[in-house]
């Protein structure tokens, strides 16, 4: 059931459990206090909310009932929440809980309901099934809907934890996943096409902190893949939370490139460039790895051969989150995250430009650092970082001077 109105009380409760972090042993509690701060942060524009975590669940209190939907639809795009639900506190004890329950209810039409029952410490005078029956009796009273523990058209969670009961009727779903910063900074290459910005999405559910990296044939090119990449950075931050993206004018080093090298490892040169940049910039931000929006055998630099070669260049691990994904299945999470429609307008490639007429799809790395011998590498790094340009870009929930709190 979702979350109606009726059934938001005077003084909501927003109770958030989290799954993959609740099985961690040890470092529990490194997670808990990471996905507290983002939670924290993510509310910036309720200044009366506090955030309290409570065994194995966060708590958010301090909100209207005009505010708690909107907070809880906020919260669902932080990563490491399993679920979240609008309910009230009482205190444990089973008078509390049945009035409780019937004022949630109250006025709301269901033919069958169950009572979920949970108790997180054992010493109370009632357990579950005590909960289930006498709450349920209580719910019956106001509504003469029956009993169904399989498919209630409507269920009543009752959790006892320190002393206290929450009592709501509808969980809305969290993405999962773990709280970003909890995993480190990685450096994104940020195409402006469907499969990096998919990329970051998924490397950000697992925890990283992202720095992404676009560059662009300016001024050869227009500047549409340069707007695509603030855009769908845009979409990212509304996940994540500010992002630093940084822009680099690659022309320059393809020129070269074009003009010095075989016309057949172009392609894998410019890359190997690429990498070169990204690992300079994870060095300066003490990002640990890189990540791009490889599929196997998607396009010709994307064979096994060809990625072994691109990698060559490459000072740190090089992540690919989607290279057991085929494209539709790319496209079709494009759509979920809400990057696909950006993605789809066009642009000019930095790489069109120069693009080679043959493409080696089996490059040998040997012959790919000889193809590159004759290049003053240092220098052409140099001269591409000295005008790098970094923007941060903010998510429309962030709230001035609140949200970095
Ligand atoms: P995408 O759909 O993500 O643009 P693609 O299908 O165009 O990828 P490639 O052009 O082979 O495939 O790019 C593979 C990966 O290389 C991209 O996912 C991205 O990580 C990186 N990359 C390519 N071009 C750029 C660029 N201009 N800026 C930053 N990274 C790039
Ligand atoms: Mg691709």
């Not at 089973?94 to 109250?106: I, K």
């Not at 969670?157 to 779903?173: D, L, M, S, T, W």
């Not at 791009?292 to 690919?320: C, K, Y």
Request: proline letters at 5%; aromatic letters at 8%; hydrophobic letters at 45%.
């Amino acid at each position: 059931m979702t979350i109606s109105a009726n059934i938001i009380p005077q003084n909501p409760v927003l109770i958030i459990h989290y799954h993959e972090i609740a099985l961690k042993r040890g470092n529990q509690s490194y997670f808990e206090s990471i996905l507290k701060r983002n939670i924290w942060r993510r509310l910036g524009r309720f200044p009366k909310a506090r955030v309290q975590h409570m065994r194995n669940r966060l708590l958010v209190r301090g909100l209207g009932p005009d505010e708690a939907p909107q907070a809880l639809a906020l919260l669902q795009k932080v990563f490491g929440i399993a679920h979240i639900s609008i309910g009230t506190e009482v205190e444990a004890t089973m008078p509390a809980m049945q009035a409780a329950a019937q004022s949630l209810v109250r006025g709301l039409s269901f033919e069958s309901f169950a009572v979920r029952p949970k108790r997180a410490e054992k010493h109370y005078p009632f357990d579950s099934q005590d909960i289930g029956r006498e709450v349920g009796s209580a719910v019956w009273e106001v509504s003469h809907a029956r009993v169904d523990l399989s498919h209630p058209a409507l269920e009543v969670f009752v959790e006892v934890v320190q002393g206290k009961a929450y009592i709501f009727a509808a969980r809305a779903p969290g993405p999962g996943g773990l709280p970003v910063h909890s995993s480190g900074r990685a450096i994104v290459l940020f195409s402006a096409g469907f499969d990096a910005p998919v990329a970051a999405w998924r490397m950000m559910k697992r925890g990283l902190t992202l720095h992404l990296v676009h560059f662009h044939g300016q001024p050869h090119t227009d500047d549409a893949s340069v707007r695509k990449a603030r855009e769908l950075t845009h979409v990212l931050a509304e996940w994540h939370g500010h992002i630093r993206l940084t822009l680099i004018a690659f022309a320059p080093a393809q020129e070269i490139i074009a003009v010095e090298s075989p016309e057949r490892f172009r392609t894998i040169l410019y890359r190997r460039m690429m990498m070169r940049v990204a690992g300079r910039l994870a060095w300066k931000n003490r990002a640990r790895a890189l990540i791009t929006g490889e599929s196997l055998g998607q396009v010709a630099s994307q064979t096994l051969a060809n990625m072994a070669a691109i990698e060559d260049a490459a000072s740190f691990p090089v992540l690919r989150p989607l290279i057991g994904f085929d494209k539709q299945e790319i496209l079709d999470e494009a759509r979920r995250i809400g990057t696909y429609d950006i993605s789809a307008r066009p642009h000019d490639e930095s790489c069109t430009l120069f693009m080679p007429r043959r493409v080696e799809t089996a490059a040998k790395i040997d012959e790919v650092r000889e193809a590159e011998s004759g290049l003053d590498i240092p220098w052409m790094l140099e001269q591409l970082m000295a005008e790098a340009q970094t923007e941060v870009i903010h998510p429309d929930w962030w709230v001035e001077g609140v949200s970095n709190r």
